[in-house]
Nanobody, 115 residues
Framework: QVQLVESGGGLVQAGGSLRLSCAAS????????MAWYRQAPGKQRELVAR???????NYADSVKGRFTISRDNAKSTVYLQMNSLKPEDTAVYYC?????????WGQGTQVTVSS
């Protein structure tokens, strides 16, 4: 059974940085593409960053140049480094496989950016 545990969220001022982590278990992590998603109140969950098993990445336009996704296959962990945070980045952040192959969702981690 796949389990995803997100951590690292918090309250930060605009312009600040946070690093999110997601520890995965119950799957062959190194063989899977992974992604970070976020869901703001009243909005649909959106994919913000994706990383292939080989390390290729892509990003939503709204976070390009500010967020960096990375992975450590030895630790079965995917990271999201978030810089130059904006109030509109406020959301619950989740990790999972990319759309089309998602598995059960973790509890997410709350990121709140104050202006």
């Amino acid at each position: 059974q796949v389990q995803l545990v997100e951590s690292g969220g918090g309250l930060v001022q605009a312009g600040g940085s946070l690093r999110l982590s997601c520890a995965a278990s119950g799957m062959i992590f190194s063989s899977n593409a992974m992604a970070w998603y976020r869901q703001a109140p009243g909005k649909q969950r959106e994919l913000v960053a994706r990383i292939t098993p080989g390390g290729s990445t892509n990003y939503a336009d709204s976070v390009k140049g500010r967020f960096t996704i990375s992975r450590d296959n030895a630790k079965s962990t995917v990271y999201l480094q978030m810089n130059s945070l904006k109030p509109e980045d406020t959301a619950v952040y989740y990790c999972n496989r990319p759309w089309g192959s998602v598995t059960s969702w973790g509890q997410g981690t709350q990121v709140t950016v104050s202006s």
